[in-house]
Structures are given as structure tokens and as C-alpha cells.
């Protein structure tokens, strides 16, 4: 017998008639002869409201009593549940995140797991019951309670799942599943019928996704088939697996974080502890650092740019300052006026021309793109915050988003039937005995040494120019790898571009023909480059991840000649001569993590 687990998000057990419909849903799977493991979250608003509280009474609450306060809003849950699938004749237990063994470590109200015990609920299963986990909560080694952290209860859905082995992990939200951008942003947005971890994992830091980032994270390390659908309408939703078999669509996802700031930074002597002196200050305070985008000298110094949620700004430049200072460098333009737009898609790794697609796409539409960040299945620009929705929409547009592909599959579905051929639930069991479930994977450290970069200096900043450059290599099949853009001064942007080495003396002339008629503009190349990549799993929420690699690189005396970051890698570009040496210094570094 299988076991599925249903998440019930807030809004779906917002008040007895919702809690009974959930209820009547468990037992139908129940019926159908699944085990039925529910995790369930605070009714409606009601975490909302006890922090509110909190804070009318102590505006700095200590953090393990907000954990305490908080778990409380589960815990009604969780029993008004079990009380309703008693009241519809089935037999259930309540579970809080402490009796089922949700064990965390101790950081309050951002916890993370490290272990979960099975046999408890395994039990209760067994004997016909519906088991009901309060979701979001968890114990530490004192037995202190513990909060995963606003959305959590995903987490514990998915994380319950792995454990169990379920088939499945089903979340029952407001919203009819994961949708290609946010709807309550462009109305024109369809259901993504299947997405794979990866894109989800970027669209949700990208703030479109319905879900919490580390559910997805355990989703892909775990490899639980996640089912987004609807608690109020029955219709089929989302999956969210390893493989979509959706195929054709390069671009699969949008979106847009309006509120960003940039912050450039001027006249830096690019030395190998540099980056790790500027970034290493800001991890420190928990800010995150979103595009980070370095190209390549030019005449005052390395340009760096880089973007931080809007409202921390004023705390990141008072932070880096005194480092920029001493670094001989000054603090250049930067605006808190810009906004994110990204596209994200599997099928972009394969394909060629999908930047220039949506270069072109946003040129018609007259937007500048003011810094420009690619990994291997995302493209994200920096445009205007006046200009965000315009950008979101030309390029939701661009690549045929709104309209349901030709190729959709029939039944996104029918994959979940015959998911259990897919893992040895041994090799799962095998993972799981780590003592830290969520703590970083690291899947691999990679060397590329077979391309070379150009670097474009003072490019004119205004729309059109990255298209012109892109169109034309796009004309001699010049296949664009790694793309970092920034703004170097205020008018003039610089621009950096990896391409296989065999094309290298193509690419160049192409690249002086394409700016030729641009005065001041230059354009070099270097031949020998490597390319290095760490992918894994949890690189975001493990912020000190890209900061560890940029100090085993710098202990190397490895200087860094081009950055880019993304949800699952982080890649970056050095010198030719040295890819070896780097090569080894991360799989040194992550050698712990490696999996
Ligand atoms: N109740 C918690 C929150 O509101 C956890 C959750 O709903 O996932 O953040
Ligand atoms: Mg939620």
C-alpha cells in the first residue's frame, strides 16, 4: 500500500467547513487504499495574527518564545482535523512536529531539519489510521520547539514524504497550481502542467513561486514528485519532478522581483581576496546578494556590480564602505529604482538564440537592460523599476507563455503512476541515514577549459546594443555560453561573453564588426579560460556557499575574471593556466558536502 501526503495550506483550513472538506479529501485516498499522511497549516491568517501580538507586547520578542507562540497555530489545526475525520466515521491522530520526531537544529524561527523519525507514524498508518502532522514545526536537542520559517509547512510536507517514501507529495493551496508567472501580475499567465526542480527552484526565488525554496530543495535531493493543485476546485494542477515530460518549450517560467537595488562599484583592483572582501562583510549581516555580475577590466578598474533586496541598500553600502575604501576603490552609481526580470527553462541549455530572443524581444520594446546575469537555464536582467511590467510582459509574450503548447502533454500525470521505477528506495534510504537532511549538497565541481571570453568595454547603454552584438553572433553560430553584463559608469556599460575556444577567432572578428561603429567601444579577447562550476542543492539558502568558494579560490591566489550565480551553481571564470589548480581547490573545499 502507498502512502501520499496531502499539505493543506492555510487558506484551505481557514474555517470548519474548509477543515471538513480537507478531511473528506484525505479519506477519499484513504478509500482508494493509500496511506494518508496529512501536514497541515495555522487556520487562515492566524500565524499572522499571533506575531501581530507578539509584537504589541514586546517589540523584540525572543526568538524561541515566537517559536513557541507560533507552533501553537498548527497545533489547533492539526487537532480540529483529527477531530473532523473522527466526525466523518475514520480514524485519526494529531501529531506536533515534537511527537513525531522532527528533529532541527536550533535556530528559532529558521530552522532547519536534520533528522525525522519514521516509526511512529509508520505505526499509526499501519493501524488504519490518518496520520495528521502539524506542518512548519519541529524540536531541537533540548526539545526546545522550533519554526522552519514563514511557509514552512511545504517543508515539513515534503520532507515527511521523503522519509516515508510516499508516491507522492500533494500540496493543496488557493491557487490552481504553478502558474508560467504570477497571475495576480500578468492575467495572462497559464498553468505550467509539469516543472521540473531546478526551474522551480529559480522561479521561487524569484518570488513567483507558491511554494517554500527548501520543500523543492528536499523534493529534487530526495526525488519526491510534488503535485500542486487547488483544495477549492478539482482540477489537475501542477507536478513538480526531476524530468518534466513536457518537451519543446525552451522558456517554461517569468519573473519579476520589482523591488531590487544595484550597487556598482568602481576603480577595484581585481586581486584574488577582492570579491571575497566585499561579499564576505555582507554575508555576514544576512544580507542577500542577489546578481553579482564582474566583467572584465576596463580602464578604471574592475567594475562590479551587484544587486540586494531594496531595503537593505543603506545597511550593504554602509557595510562595504570601509572594504571599498581600503580596497582603493569608490562606491559608483547605484539605484534603488530597478527591478528584476528573469526567464527560466530547461530547454534553454540546449537551444541556441534564447538570449537573443528576448534581447531582441525587450529592444522593440524600447527597455534597457541596465546589468545582465545568465546560468545555464536562466536569463535575468536589471531594467527600470517604472519598466518592470513592461519587460515582464514583452518577454512572457516573446516566448509564447500565455498560450498552451502544441506539445502538452496529455496527461501530465500518468508519470506519477510509475514513478517508484524512477529511485532504488534503497539509494533513498541510503541518503537519508545523513544526520543532516537539509544540510548543502553539493553535486558536482566542474571544469571547463575549453572556452575563451570576450569582454566588450564602454558599450553605449542604451536598448539595442546587446541585441546587435547577440544577433550577429547568432548569425555566424557562435554558440554564447556564460553572458555577464554590467554598468560600468553612468552611460556605458561593459560586457563579458564565454564561447567555445574553437570559435574564438570567429567570435572575435564578429564581435569588432558588431561594434564598429561605436566610438570607444573596444573589444578583447582571451583565448585560454576555464570555467568553473559548483552545482548542487541549497546553494541560496546556505548563504555562505558562493563565499566559500571565492575564498578557496583566493587562498589559491586565483583571481576571479567573470561571475554568475544562480539558484542551483555558481559559476565562475578564471585564468586559462590555473583551471586545474581551481578545479582542485573546490572539491577540496566541498569534499564534505560533495554527494
Ligand atoms: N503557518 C506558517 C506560516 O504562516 C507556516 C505555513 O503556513 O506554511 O508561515
Ligand atoms: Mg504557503
Redo the contacts with the bound molecule.
Sequence with gaps: MGIVVQKF??TSVANSQLILSAARKAIRAHQDGQQVVMVV??MG????HLIELAHEINENPPTREMDML?ST??QVSVALMAMAVDSLGYKAVSLTGGQIGIRTDSSHTKARIKSISTERVKKLLDEGNIVIAA??QGIDENFDIT??????????AVALAAVLDAESCEIYTDVDGVYTTDPRILPEARIARQVSYDEMLELASLGAGVM?SRSIEFGKKFDVPIHVRSSLADVPGSLIVNEPEVSGAVVSGAAMTKDEARITLRGINNAPATILRIFEPIANRKISVDMIVQSTPGKGGTPLSFTVPRNELAMTLKTIRPVVEELGGEIGECSDQVSKVSVVGLGMAEQYGVAERMFRALAQAGINMQMISTSEIKISVLVDRNESLRALRTVHDEFGLHQVPDNAVTDPFSSLANRRSRVAPVEVIRRLQGVDMEGLTIDDVLLDDQQSRITFTNLPCQPGIALKIFAAFSANQIFVDMIVQNTEEENCAGLSITIPREQFVDALRVAKEAVADMAGTDVVGKEKIAKLVVSGIGLRSHTGMAIAMFRALADQGINLEMISTSEVRVNVVIDGSQGQTGLQALRDAFSSTLR
Excluded at 491568517?45 to 499572522?48: G, L, Q
Aim: hydrophobic share 15%.
Design positions: 495550506g492555510g497549516s495555522a491568517k492566524n500565524t499572522d507560533l497555530g498548527e506542518g512548519f519554526t522552519l520559517g514563514r511557509g514552512g509547512s511545504d517543508t515539513t517554500h
